[in-house]
C-alpha cells in the first residue's frame, strides 16, 4: 500500500462506518416512531396479528437505511480527500 493509499482507505473505513450507524439508527428510530404505535393498534384488534414482523420491518428499515448512510459516508469521505488534494487557493509564489 502506498502512503497515499492508506489514509484514504481509514477515511472511508471511518465514514462509512459511521454514516451506516447513523443510517441504522435512524431506519429503527423511524419505524419505532412512526410505524410501530398504529401496529401495535392493529395488534389489539386483530390478536393473530404476527409481533414478528414489527421486528422484521424494523431490521428491513434500518438496514436500508443503513446501505443509505453507508453510500453517504463514502461520498462525504471522497470529497474530504479531493478536497485535500486540491486547495482552495493556489499557493503563492
Given at each position: ?5 492508506l489514509p484514504l482507505i481509514r477515511r472511508l473505513e471511518t465514514c ?29 384488534d386483530n390478536p393473530t396479528f404476527l409481533l414478528q414482523s414489527l ?39
Amino acid at each position: 500500500m502506498t502512503r497515499r493509499a492508506l489514509p484514504l482507505i481509514r477515511r472511508l473505513e471511518t465514514c462509512g462506518t459511521i454514516g451506516l450507524v447513523c443510517g441504522a439508527l435512524l431506519g429503527a428510530l423511524f419505524v419505532l416512531i412512526g410505524w410501530f404505535p398504529s401496529a401495535l393498534a392493529m395488534h389489539a384488534d386483530n390478536p393473530t396479528f404476527l409481533l414478528q414482523s414489527l421486528l422484521a420491518w424494523c431490521a428491513g428499515w434500518a438496514v436500508v437505511c443503513g446501505a443509505v448512510g453507508l453510500v453517504v459516508g463514502v461520498i462525504v469521505s471522497v470529497l474530504v480527500d479531493v478536497g485535500d488534494r486540491f486547495p482552495d487557493h493556489p499557493p503563492r509564489q
